[in-house]
């Protein structure tokens, strides 16, 4: 004999838990009655839909970022267990030939200590990033002064200008006469090189943009150099790259009251010179029978290209070169014939500005990339850049911060940027620590657009990491301003950020 068996919607929790057949009697059960126990029933279903709206898909994906960080940073810590081990083994060995001072003025080794550059071999050893966010910066990414003068509270405050402004001003304005591609097919003026000025203008190149770019050999230069004065201006390589250093070197020792900088900027004769060929090689590059020497110039090179590029990337939307995505496989260079102070600081930078690429995608990454209520169109929006999202984020802000902090931590104490206000003691100490201000002032700057694009009460919380915001961009703006009263590789990215 066959039946088919009737079920309630909803059995109690008595009768699911024990397995036995509830009548669903209000407002309790026959076996409930029977077992004198209290009646309890779930009036939600075990399998509900989901009506956040897209909240639970966002805090699923701010748990992958907050993983792929995790990852990133034992990679890290692996580096800093490394640089401590290498510095113990030299405070042993004593300091190394490849560590001597740098003759650069005011660069040397303020403490007197060995100098212990930062392992680059330690750096060498590339983690699995495949789960990691690109260091490659976004397109159409948040964290431009264009982007900040179109919101809102912005417009209201200076007006109404293009998205587009810098790149519009950047533009229009034109090459120096002497670099102009008009120019270029009538042949340059004849120039005659001084042996006491070049030799002045060579020293101003490696005691100031040497140290920020340390993209030549000196020692290598110096043999070139020599064979350059004895032999003169011609349409060779070594002429070309020489008189490349002069322009420098030129541009270097101009003073900051100088006012035909624009209409005439120093240097511009050797580079009208170095300009035919510099064009002509730029077509072309023949990488067989590579020495070890030219793969190190090469790997210096390729780094200083990346620290460049993605300053410029940072404010302006611009064609991109497809370095950023090669980045991740590409060593960095020993640089073991460079001082304490250009080694260890020229490192900190590359390593740094990797992390703001992370930060950039972290935390303002495009839609197409992430379906983060937070990217895109959500800062233009306050109806969407609610409190509820800004908390879900604090977690991934502070693992950006302790990433920051070990990057801090991890420079040697030689080298160390003091982040206390006063003047730093040379010029590369500064850079480091501008760079750590730009870098804690965009993890929290999306707390101070929560709160300026929603007026109200706020968590405590929130109100604290806006403010770290505002001090990191005031320190930023405190220390910006004493490299940008003299020339420096950092003049225009240091001005508009």
């Known amino acids: 004999m066959s039946f088919n068996r009737k079920r309630v919607a909803l059995a109690c929790s008595f009768c699911r838990h024990r397995k036995r057949r509830c009548d669903a009697g209000k407002p309790r059960c ?25 909240t639970r898909e966002i805090l699923h994906k701010l748990r992958h970022i907050e993983s792929a960080l995790d990852l990133h940073t034992r990679a890290v810590d692996a580096l800093s267990s490394e640089l401590q081990l290498r ?15 740098s003759s650069v003025p005011g660069v ?7 100098l212990t550059p930062w392992p680059s071999q330690a750096c060498d050893r590339q983690p699995d990033v495949s789960a990691l966010p690109p260091l490659e910066i976004p397109h159409k990414h948040k964290t431009s002064s264009s982007y900040l003068l179109g919101l809102p509270a912005m417009k209201a405050l200076v007006g109404d200008y293009p998205n587009d402004l810098f790149f519009l001003l950047e533009s229009k304005n034109p090459l120096p006469p002497q670099l102009s591609f008009e120019s270029l ?46 032999r003169g201006v011609d349409s060779s390589v070594e002429s070309a790259m020489c008189l490349s250093v002069l322009a420098v070197g030129a541009a270097s020792m101009v003073s900051p009251e100088t006012r035909d900088f624009s209409a005439s900027p120093p240097g511009m004769e050797f580079m009208q010179h170095a300009m035919p060929t510099l064009l002509s090689l730029s077509s072309c590059f023949d ?17 200083s290209s990346f620290l460049v590029e993605c300053d410029r990337l940072a404010e302006l939307e611009l064609p991109r070169s497809g370095l950023q995505q090669l980045i991740d496989e590409t060593p960095l260079p020993s640089c073991s014939n460079l001082g304490g102070m250009i080694h260890t600081c020229f490192l900190a930078e590359t390593s740094i500005r990797r992390l703001l690429n992370r930060i950039h995608n972290s935390l303002y990454p495009s839609r197409k990339r992430y379906d983060l209520t937070l990217s895109s169109t959500s800062l233009m929006a306050p109806e969407e850049f609610s409190t509820q999202e800004i908390s879900s984020m604090m977690g991934v802000c502070d693992e950006l911060q302790r990433q920051l902090n070990l990057w801090y931590a991890s420079i040697p104490e030689a080298y160390r940027p003091s982040l206390v206000v006063g003047p730093a003691a040379n010029d590369r100490e500064a850079v480091l620590r501008i760079r750590y201000f730009a870098a804690r002032h965009i993890i929290y700057r999306p707390f101070v657009l929560n709160i300026s694009m929603n007026p109200g009460p706020h968590p405590e919380s929130i109100i604290e990491k806006a403010a770290l915001s505002i001090e990191s961009c005031r320190l930023y703006l405190q220390h910006a301003t004493v490299v940008l009263k003299k020339p420096s590789p950092y003049t225009w990215t240091f001005s508009l950020s």
């Open 30 to 54: 026959r076996n409930c009655l029977e077992a004198e126990v209290e009646c309890h029933y779930d009036e939600m279903p075990s399998q509900r839909i989901d009506t956040s709206g897209g």
């Open 87 to 101: 510095a113990a083994q030299e405070d042993v060995q004593g300091t190394s030939p490849n560590s001597h001072t």
């Open 108 to 114: 040397g080794n303020r403490l007197n200590v060995p």
């Open 185 to 230: 097919p009538s042949p340059a003026p004849p120039i005659r090189v001084d042996r006491e000025t070049a030799d002045c203008l060579v020293d101003s190149f490696f005691a100031t943009a040497h140290a920020n770019h340390p993209v030549l050999d000196e020692e290598s230069f110096r043999r070139i150099y020599l064979a350059f004065l004895d």
């Open 287 to 303: 990488a067989r029978n590579e020495s070890a020497e030219s793969r190190e110039s090469t790997l210096r090179l390729v780094w």
